[in-house]
């Protein structure tokens, strides 16, 4: 490598404050915690962790073009002649940097398939855009190099290219001189040869020897030729150098240096559909709440939901297990269910539940779209083997947890905002597109994750009829954006709320007009022919079974549909005349001889409950104790001539009655006699966490940020200016211990010391002393101007002995 | 967003606000492919189902119509997901045939013809092909998209292919049978329109099912279609009663005479141009095997009429199978089948070729309008007592025999006096009970052919105003004049009963009067619950019922 005339550390510093701004807004771990200077800037934008996630962010085009230029100028074995493919690799001086410029472009269009002006241009972007992000920095002349630290991150083989000839045995003779040489020697190989040299030409470029005979027959003529080079027992390696003449001159397979179009097709009504699937979850959560509220399902032991609650929430909602999964994480990711926490875990409606109801819709589906996008949990893998684990997970459960989906959603979004309105995509060319964005993430990542998100999508009404609606445009606005090379991270200005506000307004122009009314029918039935209100439907699913579902909703009144309206405090005539009401047509006689049936024989029976009992043989005792007026705060009642029941606790009970002359024991639930203890019961303290506080690296932050670098950079630059000219070493900065013991050293030895003493004004002033004594925290000494002075240890900031 | 009369619901209901302005629209545009579920006052719920929608392909009707219909018509938007199942579940409909090739024989040169099931789209045929129940219904591959079928397995090969959910379309034709003359006899009637579309209908389909409400004239459209065939036919219906009740129709009507038209009961065993059968004989067995399966070979059919197709048996569906290359003509009130067979209908008889609302029918004046009242009785404080500690088994009978039940039916048959009125129940103690209290007879399954007719014909005539009947009565007895009906008890909850009983009083009346249906049933008890199970298959007919105490009456 030609020794670089300046570093990275030189770039950034020359770089304008804007161009400093888009490489820690594209690269925002640069940011946390804030670097001192532009140098601490720079050293962290040359790490390996810092390098490795700007890596993984590039898409296949920069990712291809980065790789060119390490293939290109990373190492010593330097590249042929521009316009030559196929040329091989001399051993050639280095290139003086002078020519750099045009030679590394033309070698870099050779190595990526660029012979078109047009196509150089593309190039020429993606280089500059990967100076942007710090990958390459440039010297004086535009010529790019490399960061110290990409081909590592990148790995020993590059676009499944072996290691160059000399790196794989440095002690090896080149037998091929020249381009022409190695060509020679290749289309001069036995055709059992070249069948094994083209199956390693695109990689891996390392080979197992075939165990027969043959086989290594066959490896023998290539390592004799120089084409394979031995690294192990029965290992071969392809080096560089062949594998590009192989490759002729090109790196890629396929050079995609564009990403690939996605195929669309126009679809309409896409926002009715969005509004019509969103009112339909926001109908789903109303139900969930309602189920659970009334029978909380109990949380399993590793904290999910049991597959048993899960079919059975299913049922009740109407659902498959698939699409109920996706309610009940959406409910969760929006936090309005949550476990209980007690001693029993249940999941239970959390008190935003109650708030839901007087909420407008949009303001509801704003925060299930945002906890959605925002959400780490991966509903479609409910139901799956994940991982390790030997049994599916559970909806709710830990093993739902996969951040990496978060990842694909802001993805998909974008993409999907990236097409014209009302545009659906053709599903397998998105998967296209975004195998494109992320070259180096596992395709795996993706194989059902992509499918699950775009149903997700059009479950939540995001997406309609597979095109983004208007909601789910606002949606993706209000997303921190991916960080790529081009596409800058720009985070909408507004608040967290802002963004809230913006995606209901958006859903609420869609979502179908609520309805006040139903219509009820002779056999029974009420059709609310859209969403219903709030009170209206919770009346409706109190006092009717749900029957189907949709833009309308048909409810049927049965006899246990009515007894429950009854149970929860409905008289008949209240409940006739809510229904009457709300209702646009007369109603049918069945319906309120109906009610009034259920009413007639609801009640026959009751059922009370009472903390005590009092029975006594002897009924007078209980009249004495009925009539007692001290006796009144026990609200006895009578029950039968013999047993009287209170409120009370049965202990206060005995005690009382006790304290007005009766005898009373008590007994325990068998009927034996117990004997009470006072009460001692505690309730546990609760800690709640204090939520995480997000404060994304956006422009504004990024704007203070650079100011800060290059105040910072400006005083270093100063310091370093002040340093050189003043008297003395460098004093590091010691620790007060380290101090204690150079000061009583140095007085041992009577040597001089140079400290820094902070000042009162945080300055810190330099002398240059002779200590004589350290003593209560305190040292004295003899200063530059040979006075008599004391320090206070605490205020040094260091010591360095006086160098002789 | 348009503000349609319709609304899709996610589990593929529609409902059809029937004031709308445009639900007369609306309903046309979705009566092809969606199957009317449910009819009262104001909201009328239709269904989706993969049948319905290639019943509709079967008439000519294609999936982007459909979607067409209830994109037009939906207030809101309609859930993609459900479009693209549409489209998906109607593209199976077609996508294999059942076709009739000629074929040169290699042997001797001579050339004949084949039933060849064919396909455009290799893959399913391959898919069917693997099945194990289709595999030895085919012979030889011809080529790539077609395999032959032998023709005794035209049948049972739709039924497997509509199982396993691509249904054959049947291209292969039918044979025309032995010609007969066959006319109407139009001097002093003619076909109403909508029984001249039924017959027209099927006609042009070729085989399928027309379906009619009770008393709106099921028999005419079979003899419509009779002279539109002119072949020989094989009636099958129901009953020795109902047997003869075609008879007479077809003299009446037709210009068959006496010596043309044959039965085949259980009395009688004649075989002429024009055969009615019933069900019961076709499926008598002696020492497991059907006796007189010869009938269906006896003659060389041009159509096959099956009467109350939804009562059809497991064992016909199978005969049927062989049938496959003679038209044929279903004819019920509902497609509903108690036992789910509503698939084996699709594939061995045919689709859907006519259906239209009783509401409908009843509005255009050909069937009498119902007044639908259910009387509460209660249990006397002994009985309730007896009914509260009974075995389960037990206690319906003891709920729907109670003598409450008595004297309320006494009033009811004393309001309605000199109407033509029928009383019909389950239990034979409780009906003769009845007949005594009422001084009327008795019709039950023991009473024999020839005084059933007699009965029949003297409460035709007006001679007796009041028959008891048992279930016998529930199928095929044509009372022209029943004007009131009072149901005292009934099997269970059976909807399909309930339809045909309310069919006794649905016939027109001479003079326009409305019919009474009368429901009595005791309260709180087992009995009132299977009431509440039929009543409600009326509000969903779209007949409004009431609900009176024994009391009030």
């Known amino acids: 490598m030609p020794t670089p005339r300046r570093s990275l550390a030189d770039d950034i510093r020359g770089r304008s404050d804007s161009e400093l701004i888009d490489l820690v807004l594209a690269r925002p771990d640069l940011a946390r915690p804030a670097p001192a200077d532009l140098t601490s800037l720079a050293a962290r934008a040359s790490t390996r962790a810092s390098v490795q996630r700007a890596v993984e962010a590039l898409d296949r085009g920069h990712l291809q073009v980065l790789e060119a230029l390490v293939v290109d100028g990373g190492d010593p074995g330097d590249l042929g002649d521009p316009g030559d493919p196929g040329d091989p690799p001399r051993a050639e001086s280095p290139s003086s940097s002078a020519d750099a410029v045009s030679r590394d472009g033309e070698r870099l269009f050779t190595l990526l398939g660029a012979p078109t002006k047009g196509e150089r241009a593309v190039v020429m972007a993606l280089v500059d855009d990967l100076w942007r992000v710090g990958l390459l920095w440039r010297g004086d002349h535009r010529d790019h190099h490399v960061v110290r630290t990409v081909p590592e991150v990148l790995g020993p083989t590059v676009a499944g290219l072996g290691a160059p000839i000399d790196e794989l045995r440095p002690s090896l003779t080149p037998r091929h001189r020249d381009a022409e040489a190695l060509r020679a020697t290749i289309d001069a190989a036995p055709a059992p040869s070249r069948a094994m040299l083209e199956k390693m030409t695109w990689g891996p470029a390392l080979g197992v020897l075939p165990p027969e005979r043959a086989g290594t027959t066959t490896a023998r003529w290539l390592l004799e030729n120089h084409l394979l080079v031995p690294v192990a027992a029965d290992r071969v390696a392809l080096p560089r150098e062949v594998g590009l003449a192989l490759r002729s001159g090109r790196l890629h397979r396929e050079t995609t240096l564009l990403a690939p179009d996605v195929t669309t097709r126009p679809v309409s009504l896409v926002d009715a559909v969005a509004g019509g699937s969103a009112s339909e979850l926001l109908t789903h959560l109303d139900e969930l709440a309602a189920v659970w509220g009334a029978e909380p399902p109990r949380a399993v032991r590793t904290g999910g939901l049991s597959v048993r609650d899960l079919k059975g929430t299913a049922t009740a909602l109407d659902l498959d297990v698939d699409r109920a999964a996706f309610v009940i994480e959406i409910a969760y990711a929006a936090r309005l269910v949550a476990d209980d926490g007690e001693v029993v875990p249940v999941w239970a409606p959390t008190s935003e539940v109650d708030d839901w109801s007087t909420t407008e819709a949009g303001h509801r589906w704003a925060p299930l779209a945002l906890g959605w996008a925002r959400s780490t949990r991966a509903p479609h893998l409910v139901g799956r083997k994940v991982g390790s684990g030997s049994s599916a997970a559970n909806a709710l459960g830990p093993d739902v947890q996969w951040p ?365 002393i002779h200590p004589h004594r350290v003593d209560g925290g305190r040292v004295w000494a003899i200063d530059e101007g040979g006075h008599e002075k004391s320090y206070s240890v605490h205020r040094i900031t260091g010591a360095t002995l006086e160098t002789p | 967003m348009t503000d349609g009369p319709l609304i899709v619901q996610s589990d593929k209901t529609l409902l059809l606000e029937v004031d709308h302005p445009d639900a007369e629209a609306a309903r046309r545009a979705i009566a092809p492919f969606a199957e009317l579920e449910r009819a009262p006052e104001h909201i009328h719920t239709y269904r989706i189902t993969p049948l319905g929608l290639w019943n509709a392909r079967a008439a000519g009707h294609d999936a982007e119509g459909v979607v067409d219909a209830l994109i037009t018509y939906s207030r809101y938007a309609v859930p993609n997901a459900l479009l693209v199942d549409v489209a998906d579940t109607m593209a199976r409909y077609g996508r294999l045939t059942l076709e009739k090739e000629g074929f040169a024989d290699s042997v001797d040169g001579t050339g004949g013809t084949q039933l060849v099931l064919r396909t455009t789209d290799r893959p399913v045929l391959e898919e069917v092909l693997r099945h194990k129940k289709i595999k030895p219904l085919t012979g030889e591959r011809i080529d790539d998209l077609a395999v032959v079928v032998h023709p005794s397995e035209r049948g049972s090969l739709k039924q497997e292919l509509l199982k396993v959910g691509w249904p054959a379309e049947d291209l292969a034709g039918y044979v025309d049978g032995e010609a007969h003359p066959i006319e109407l006899n139009l001097a002093d009637w003619h076909l109403r329109p909508y029984q001249q579309q039924a017959v027209d209908g099927f006609w042009h389909g070729g085989s399928g099912v027309v379906v009619l409400p009770c008393g709106a004239g099921k028999t005419l459209v079979g003899a419509g279609a009779m002279a539109a065939a002119k072949a020989t036919t094989l009636i099958l219906v129901t009953n020795t009663v109902s047997a003869r009740q075609w008879r007479d129709e077809l003299l009446r009507r037709t210009s068959l005479t006496d010596d043309e038209i044959g039965e085949y009961s259980g009395a009688r065993k004649e075989i002429r141009p024009v055969t009615i059968a019933t069900y019961q004989v076709l499926t008598t067995r002696r020492k497991g095997v059907y006796t007189h399966l010869g009938l ?258």
């Open chain 1, 404 to 768: 990496a989906i978060r990842g694909i959603r802001r993805e998909v979004l974008h993409e999907l905002a990236a097409l014209e309105p009302g545009q659906a995509p053709d599903p397998d060319a998105l998967r296209e597109r975004l195998l494109w964005r992320r070259p180096l993430r596992p395709a795996s990542v993706l194989s059902d994750a992509l499918d699950a998100v775009l149903r997700e999508a059009e479950w939540l009404g995001v997406t309609g009829r597979g095109a983004l609606s208007a909601p789910g445009r606002a949606l993706s606005a209000a997303l921190p954006g991916p960080t790529s090379p081009r596409a800058r991270a720009v985070t909408s200005g507004g608040s967290p709320d802002g963004a809230a506000q913006a995606v209901a307004a958006a859903m609420s122009a869609h979502l179908p007009a609520p309805v006040d009314h139903v219509l009820v029918q002779a056999d029974l039935t009420a059709v609310a022919p859209g969403p219903l209100e709030g009170s209206l439907a919770s009346f409706m699913r109190l006092a009717a079974d749900v029957e189907s579902r949709g833009g309308a909703t048909v409810y049927r009144f049965t006899p246990a549909s009515v007894r429950r309206a009854l149970d929860a405090g409905w008289t008949a005539a209240e409940f006739v005349d809510t229904v009457r009401r709300s209702s646009r047509t007369p109603l049918p006689q069945p319906f309120e001889y109906l009610v009034s049936d259920v009413a007639r024989k609801h009640g026959q029976t009751r059922i009370g409950g009472a903390s005590a009992y009092v029975r006594s043989d002897d009924e007078s005792v209980l009249e004495t104790m009925l009539a007692a007026r001290e006796l009144a705060p026990l609200q006895l009642r009578r029950l039968a001539p013999t047993v009287l029941v209170s409120g009370a606790d049965p202990r206060v009970l005995v005690e009382l009655l006790r304290d007005h002359g009766f005898a009373p024991i008590q007994e325990g639930q068998d009927g034996t006699v117990v004997h009470a203890e006072a009460p001692r019961r505690r309730a546990g303290a609760r800690r709640r966490a204090a939520p995480p506080a997000v404060s994304p690296v956006d422009a504004d932050f990024t704007t203070t940020l650079v100011a800060g670098l290059r105040a910072a950079e400006a005083s270093a630059d100063e310091r370093r200016a002040v340093e050189e000219t003043r008297a003395g070493p460098r004093i590091p900065t010691t620790d007060p211990i380290v101090t204690l013991s150079l000061l009583r050293d140095a007085v041992a030895e009577r040597h001089g010391v140079w400290i820094g003493v902070s000042d009162q004004g945080g300055g810190v002033a330099r002398h240059l």
């Open chain 2, 296 to 553: 269906l070979d006896a003659k060389d059919w041009g159509l096959i009429v099956y009467d109350e197709v939804h009562l059809l048996p497991a064992p016909i569906f199978r005969m049927t199978a062989d049938l496959q290359a003679r038209r044929r003509l279903g004819l019920t009130a509902t497609l509903v089948r108690e036992d789910g067979h509503e698939a084996d209908v699709f594939s061995l008889i045919g689709p859907k070729r006519f259906d239209a609302p009783w509401k409908d029918i009843e509005a255009q004046g050909y069937i009498a309008p119902a007044d639908c009242v259910e009387v509460r009785v209660s249990l006397p404080g002994g009985q309730r007592m007896t009914y509260a500690t009974a075995e389960p088994e037990d206690r319906y009978r003891l709920a729907s025999c109670s003598d409450a039940k008595l004297p309320v039916v006494q009033q009811l048959v004393e309001r309605h006096r000199g109407e033509p009125t029928l009383v019909i129940g389950q239990y034979l103690d409780q009906l003769h009970e009845l007949a005594e209290l009422l001084e009327a007879d008795v019709i039950t399954g023991e009473t024999p052919v020839k005084e059933r007719q007699r009965l029949y014909d003297a409460f035709r005539t007006g001679e007796v105003s009041t028959l008891v009947v048992s279930k016998v009565a529930n199928f095929s007895i044509d009372l022209p004049e029943a004007s009131v009906a009072i149901q005292v008890s009934g099997t269970f909850g059976s909807r399909q009963e309930e339809a045909q009983r309310l069919g006794r009083v649905l016939r027109p009346k001479g003079d326009g009067r409305t019919a009474h249906f009368y429901t009595i049933v005791s309260r709180d008890t087992v009995d009132a619950d299977f009431a509440a199970h039929r009543q409600r298959f009326l509000a969903e007919q779209g007949y409004s019922y009431r609900i009176v105490d024994a009391d009030d009456l």
